[in-house]
Structures are given as structure tokens and as C-alpha cells.
């Protein structure tokens, strides 16, 4: 078993297929051998998990859960986009991490770690990342956390 797919077992991760867009664009683009990642929500089987600005609504550990949620969303359109097979895989580029919050907000940083934290647990040195987290207004269908990400194939 490849070492990806062993660690995201002992994880204890679900990697799903590849939700749905919900409005009209493609959850991931390959271009010379990079993947450019749609932002990722925290949607599981089709449901929106997380809603409602972290510090408000949600508390900062489920903005947490949320952005760890991001993540496996985008895992599993890393291995679609590999074609189910990790040996594929280069390494994760870039995370841009959306916080719904509100204005007096600060901690973007630790909701976005998250997803940062679980793919460098998963891939390794491959998942090391450049990132930016961000607060926003609001986000659509008020999800809580937005990820996008760029990685790259073999």
C-alpha cells in the first residue's frame, strides 16, 4: 500500500469522491502538471457541515474541524486528478484559506492550520505549502471555511 493511502487509513480519514461544483465551474484544472483546486468546503456527503462565521456561530475548534473537512475534499480531488494512483502525486504547492467571520476577528491563521497541519500529516515533506488565510465577509451558502489549493503531478 502506498504510504499516502496507508497514513490516510490510519488517520482515519474518509476520502470521498469529488463533490459537486455548486455553481458552473470545474472542481479542479490539470495544466502542465499542475492542479489547480477549486475552493473546497466543508461538505460531506453532500451536506454543508460547517455554517455561520468561526467566533460567532461556530466555535474556533469547529472552524478548526471545518478546515481539516476543506481538506479531505481536497485530497480526494488530488488523487481523481493523480487518476487514483498517489505514485502520480508531486507535492501540494499553495493553500488560500477564506474564514467567514466576523470584523474583529484575528485567528485565520489557526482555522486554516487545520488543513495545513493534516496534509503535511498525510503527504509528508510533499505537503509542505506556501499559504495565505484570510477573513471574509461572508461566504457562499454561509460556509464557514473556504480552501483552494495548487499542487503539481510527477
Known amino acids: ?3 499516502i493511502e496507508k497514513k490516510i487509513k490510519e488517520m482515519g480519514l474518509d476520502i470521498p469522491n469529488i463533490p459537486d461544483p455548486i455553481a458552473n465551474y470545474v472542481p479542479y484544472k490539470v495544466y502542465n502538471k499542475i492542479i489547480t483546486i477549486s475552493g473546497q468546503a466543508p461538505i460531506k456527503n453532500g451536506k454543508i457541515i460547517y455554517k455561520g462565521k468561526v467566533g460567532k456561530d ?3 475548534e469547529e472552524g478548526i474541524q471545518a478546515s481539516k473537512l476543506c481538506a479531505e475534499n481536497i485530497l ?3 488523487k ?3 487518476n487514483n494512483d498517489w505514485n502520480n502525486f508531486g507535492e501540494l504547492i499553495k493553500l488560500g484559506g477564506f474564514v467567514n467571520c466576523a ?3 484575528s485567528d485565520h491563521p489557526k ?3 487545520g488543513a495545513s497541519d493534516m496534509l503535511v500529516e498525510v503527504l509528508g515533506s ?7 488565510a484570510v477573513g471574509a465577509n461572508s461566504l457562499p451558502l454561509d460556509i464557514s471555511v473556504e480552501i483552494e489549493a495548487l ?3 510527477r
Do not use: E, P, V, Y
Request: charged fraction near 20%.
Open 111 to 113: 482555522i486554516i492550520n
Open 58 to 60: 461556530i466555535t474556533i
Open 80 to 82: 481523481k486528478a493523480c
Open 126 to 132: 510533499s505537503g509542505k505549502h506556501t499559504r495565505f
Open 1 to 3: 500500500m502506498h504510504t
Open 76 to 78: 480526494a480531488i488530488i
Open 151 to 153: 499542487a503539481s503531478l
Open 103 to 105: 470584523k474583529d476577528f
